[in-house]
């Protein structure tokens, strides 16, 4: 009798809604920078989420150009992640847009890599 290797856990996939509508709201203009700041680390928790799985899934893609863009968006969201916001007036919430940023641009290849279509509402 042959022993059975247990299943592999599979993360569940990310709330990108959640994570969208967080970037979304740092990135609004009419948020003021004190709030921009606070969510600061609510943006560093969702990068830290969807980090590992994006690089999880970019081996399994056939086209080199969808890996290569999703590595160079890792690396940058890699950088955001060591970066600490500059200080003086505005630094925090200039370091809490940039992660915003990436964020978005980390889920839009979560997408493309998971093959999940875009989220609701999007």
Do not use: F, I, N
């Amino acid at each position: 009798m042959t022993a059975r290797r247990p299943a592999a856990a599979v993360a569940p996939p990310p709330d990108l809604v959640v994570m969208r509508d967080t970037a979304a709201t740092v990135l609004d203009e009419d948020t003021r920078p004190e709030e921009q700041a606070a969510l600061a680390a609510e943006l560093v928790a969702h990068l830290h989420e969807l980090v590992p799985q994006v690089e999880e899934l970019v081996p399994a893609r056939l086209t080199m150009t969808e890996q290569y863009c999703a590595l160079a968006c890792l690396g940058e969201a890699h950088r955001k992640l060591s970066q600490e916001a500059s200080p003086g007036p505005g630094g925090q919430a200039a370091h809490a847009r940039r992660l915003a940023r990436v964020l978005v641009a980390l889920a839009a290849h979560w997408e493309t890599l998971s093959d999940a279509g875009p989220a609701p509402g999007r």
